[in-house]
């Protein structure tokens, strides 16, 4: 919610040992995060590595939005969103 401001990436450290679970919510400027994992510019692998860096290993990833569309479009986001945050964290 920094409008962009902050990388997610750098900001992980302010949350060291604290993390116990992930919203996972994309970001395309200048405000767009009605879309799914992998489609927007948040860097979710070095988000993660940094996380984990700082203790987090395990813990549920919430997927917070997906592309909007029909039923069949957002089954399918939902399956590109659940690959996408497998191959994160095999």
Known sequence: YSDGALDPVNDAA?????VAGMSI????????VSL??????????????RLKQGGFTRGPLVVECLTPGELPSLAAEAVKA???LDALTV
Not at 14 to 18: C, P
Not at 36 to 49: E, M, N, R, S, Y
């Open 25 to 32: 919510k994309d970001f395309k400027p200048p405000k767009e």
């Open 82 to 84: 659940r690959q996408f």
């Open 14 to 18: 302010a949350v060291d040992g604290v």
């Open 36 to 49: 799914t994992p992998g489609t927007g510019i948040v860097d979710f692998a070095k988000v993660l590595a």
